[in-house]
C-alpha cells in the first residue's frame, strides 16, 4: 500500500505547523505528505517549506490557484496518484489527526472498505472550549449525519449503500475507486460540500465504504464560533446561511 495524505490550505500559516506536528507524530509514518497550497496571501507555503527543510517527514508544497477546498484536495490527490499512489487520505489545515489516524485508516482498508470516513472531534488546544461546545459538537455531527440519511439528494435507487456523513478533513480513499468516481469537484466551499459530493459518487459504484469511529480527527471550532450554533447548523444544511465572510482565520 502506497499512501500519501493530502492538506488543502489556504491562509493558515499560523496554525499550519500543529497540524504537521500530529501528522508527524503518527504511530505509522509509513506515508507521504502533500500540503497544497490554495494560493494564500499570508506565507503558508513558506511556513510548510521551513518546517519540511528539519522534519523526517516526506513533504511536498504544490500550488493550486483556484479557489475551494474540493479544487485543491482534488489537486493534491491527483498529484500523489500520477506519482504512485495508490491509496490517499485527506485531512484539513486546521485539524489534528489522532496518533493512530494513519494506522486506523490502514485497517479500514485491510477490513476491505475502499473508501474510509472517521469522526471529527473539537480540538481543545486552540482556545478553552465551552461545555456545550465540548460535548455538542460531536452531538450536533451525529445529527446530522442522521437527517443526512433523509436528505433527498442522497436518496436513490441507484445508490449501492445507504448515506454515510464522511467529513473531508478525516477521509480515505484507493486511488482506484477516486479515479472511478471522479473524485472532489473543484469548486469553493461556498459552492458546494465536496465530500458530500464524493460519497454519493462512490455510493453508485460500491458499497465498500464505511465510516471507522478509530480514526479519528480533531477540528478547529473557528467556524462554530464566528457563525454561532444556529448559523453553522444551516452552513451545513446546504449553505442555507451565507456568511460575509466564508474563510475564518
Not at 47 to 75: F, H, L, N
Request: charged letters at 25%; hydrophobic letters at 40%.
Amino acid at each position: 500500500m502506497d499512501l500519501w495524505v493530502i492538506v488543502p490550505a489556504y491562509n493558515e500559516a499560523k496554525g499550519i505547523e500543529a497540524t504537521l506536528r500530529a501528522l508527524e507524530a503518527q504511530d505509522d509514518d509509513r506515508f507521504r505528505l502533500v500540503v497544497v497550497d490554495n494560493t494564500s496571501t499570508d506565507g503558508t507555503g513558506d511556513v510548510v517549506r521551513a518546517y519540511a527543510g528539519t522534519s523526517r517527514m516526506t513533504i511536498e508544497v504544490i500550488t493550486e490557484p483556484r479557489k475551494g477546498t474540493g479544487a485543491a484536495a482534488d489537486t493534491g490527490m491527483r498529484h500523489a496518484m500520477a506519482r504512485g499512489a495508490t491509496h490517499l487520505a485527506r485531512t484539513d489545515a486546521d485539524c489534528l489527526p489522532r496518533p493512530d489516524w494513519v494506522r486506523a485508516i490502514r485497517r479500514g482498508f485491510a477490513d476491505g472498505l475502499e473508501m474510509v470516513g472517521g469522526l471529527l472531534r473539537p480540538r481543545t488546544d486552540e482556545f478553552p472550549l465551552k461545555l456545550w461546545e465540548r460535548h455538542l459538537i460531536p452531538f450536533l455531527v451525529e445529527v446530522a449525519a442522521t437527517f443526512g440519511r433523509f436528505r433527498p439528494g442522497n436518496r436513490d435507487p441507484a445508490y449501492l449503500g445507504p448515506y454515510v456523513m464522511m467529513p473531508g478533513a478525516t477521509v480515505a480513499i484507493t486511488a482506484a475507486l477516486y479515479e472511478r468516481s471522479g473524485g472532489f469537484p473543484r469548486v469553493a466551499i461556498e459552492e458546494m460540500h465536496e465530500d458530500r459530493a464524493l460519497v454519493n459518487q462512490v455510493r453508485r459504484l460500491t458499497g465498500a465504504y464505511g465510516t471507522r469511529r478509530d480514526v479519528v480527527v480533531y477540528g478547529s471550532v473557528r467556524r462554530l464560533r464566528a457563525y454561532g450554533l444556529t448559523g453553522t447548523l444551516a452552513w451545513y444544511a446546504d449553505h442555507h446561511y451565507r456568511p460575509d465572510v466564508v474563510d475564518i482565520r
